[in-house]
């Protein structure tokens, strides 16, 4: 397979890219948004494995002109700041799966090779834990007031240096 790899960490970047070539694929690394969107208009390439935070341009940015222009490409998102809604939008827009970092390297190409409909059918729906929702809702927040702590301290209804305390841990996993 020909993959487009976007993804601003450039350590983790250049690690993926290694596994994925090490398994016999052609790899296309872009370090932001900009350079995703230039090189998903190369007809060989088949599949992107995008990351949701990149600058210039999201992964869901790069996801939207995707599929505007090669509706046929099969795109997956890879984030370390996954939520719920962010999930929900990129599959939405046409992404075949949604995965949090890290994953394993064959778990991300077994995803381009099923449809998606047999996984969902087989997995029985886990709710996720109030721990989980609330760093969701917290990100959704921070994302609304553009990083401004002090603004979503006073939409959450919370004391500045709680919702710091509240950003500085990693999210559940469940």
Not at 4 to 10: C, M, P, S, T
Not at 33 to 57: C, R, T, W, Y
Not at 59 to 66: K, M, N, P, Q, T
């Amino acid at each position: 397979m020909n993959i487009l790899l976007a993804d601003d960490d450039e350590a983790y970047r250049l690690r993926l890219a290694r596994a994925l070539q090490a398994r016999g694929h052609v790899v296309v690394s872009a370090r932001d948004g900009a350079e995703a969107l230039q090189f998903s208009n190369d007809p060989a390439i088949e599949v992107a494995i995008l990351d949701l935070k990149m600058p210039h341009h999201s992964g869901i940015d790069v996801l939207r002109s995707i599929m505007q222009s090669r509706p046929e490409m099969r795109v997956l998102i890879h984030t370390g700041y996954g939520s719920i809604a962010s999930a929900m939008e990129a599959v939405r827009l046409g992404a075949i799966d949604y995965r949090i970092k890290p994953t394993d390297v064959d778990a991300l190409l077994a995803a381009f090779e099923t449809d998606g409909s047999e996984a969902e059918s087989e997995s029985p729906l886990v709710a996720p834990s109030l721990e989980r929702v609330e760093w969701e809702h917290i990100q959704r927040v921070m994302a609304d007031c553009q990083g401004n702590i002090s603004e979503a301290a006073r939409v959450l209804g919370l004391h500045r240096r709680s919702l710091q305390r509240k950003l500085q841990k990693y999210p559940p996993l469940r």
